[in-house]
């Protein structure tokens, strides 16, 4: 990056940040994240040509980094550099060489630490809590090993080899993908917004004629599972609410997302593309909500309410800020309620 006349490195920082001290972005009790003199783990972009993986040029190739507070990169790892990993069939191979759309299946959505967890306490080195989360704007979920670089724990993208993944049903252009924090109700489980939408490479279908994005799905979930069984400890859908069938896109956000396990045992959910945060409880009922008022105009005629990702903060991660009175919102009865008429 040139200012001034004057070459500045640039991280090309995306989608996620996370500061040594706390293994993800968001509040967990004890596990402050460092102020000073700590090292930051992020998403970036790199440019260029894999020709071994697709024929497209690249503008955006995911790579994560961890970058030590003089600025000095550490630590980085490529999706694109180590493709051979994830066990590709032919099917999706030849569907990304032929066209790598949007650089979907070597870009990331996500990065945390694993963190402090009951698995490596019990001896399952694969959750190492300095190895890496992450997740593929594909159909995968995985960790990396900090040490090795490689991938020793993997969800997706072949659905249909295992029981397990069949019941859990394809994972598709999922966002947050993390392990739940010691000290938050459900520590050691993995949560993950599966938005939905299409994604993934492989065999053609009606709907992906040449393989590229053909895993599709036009309502997304939030998934709870068990990483060692892949048991789905706690979902939340349209259809988890009671929604009937057919309602399915009332949950429904393609892109962006994410969802926050909150001390008291709830989960604040960002359906992002409809700008619109809810706390929900373990049975699903949406206990609080905000919808952003703010319209953005997409490319075209259509307007969305965008929020990438809210986090729930306690009062002391700003202190800089008065704490805010809080009051009870005790909305009131559907059948009482009324829209003043607008005058003249």
């Given amino acids: 990056m040139s200012v001034d006349g004057k070459k500045h490195w640039s991280s090309r920082q995306n989608h996620d940040i996370v500061r040594e001290g706390c293994p993800v972005g968001y509040h967990v009790p004890d596990m402050p994240p460092k102020l000073e003199n700590a090292k930051t783990l992020m998403l970036s972009y790199r440019t260029g040509e894999w020709p071994e993986i697709t024929r497209d040029f690249l ?5 994560m980094i961890e970058v030590t507070w003089d600025g000095e990169i550490v630590w980085e790892w490529m999706p694109a550099e180590n493709f051979d990993q994830f066990g590709h069939d032919d099917a999706y191979r030849n569907a990304i060489m032929r066209q790598c759309r949007n650089q979907n299946g070597v870009f990331q959505n996500t990065c945390s630490y694993v963190g402090p967890n009951k698995w490596f306490d019990a001896g399952d080195t694969r959750f190492d809590p300095e190895n890496i989360i992450t997740d593929d704007r594909g159909t995968m979920v995985y960790i990396i090993s900090k040490k090795t670089g490689e991938i020793v724990w993997k969800v997706g993208p072949h659905y249909d080899r295992d029981p397990a993944l069949r019941e859990m049903g394809c994972i598709i252009g999922p966002h947050h993908a993390h392990m739940i924090p010691k000290g938050l109700p459900g520590a050691g489980n993995i949560l993950v917004y599966d938005n939905g939408g299409a994604a993934g490479y ?79 409880t373990p049975e699903c009922e949406v206990v609080w909500e905000y919808v952003s008022p703010y319209n953005l105009l997409d490319s075209g005629d259509l307007f969305f309410s965008d929020v990438f990702r809210g986090y729930r903060v306690p009062y002391d991660w700003a202190p800089q800020a008065e704490p805010t009175p809080e009051r009870a919102v005790i909305p009131p009865p559907n059948g009482e309620f009324r829209i003043p008429p607008v005058e003249g």
């Fill in 59 to 63: 503008p955006r190739a995911t790579r």
């Fill in 202 to 280: 492989g065999e053609p279908n009606p709907g992906a004629p040449d393989g590229t994005w053909n895993a599709l799905r036009d309502h997304s979930r939030v998934l709870e599972f068990d990483p060692v069984t892949l048991e789905i400890v706690w979902e939340f859908s349209a259809m988890t609410q009671g929604f009937p069938d057919g309602e399915e896109s009332r949950v429904y956000s393609r892109y962006e997302s994410g969802a926050q396990r909150l001390p008291n045992g709830n989960t604040l959910v960002t359906e992002s593309r409809r700008g619109r945060l809810i706390e929900v």
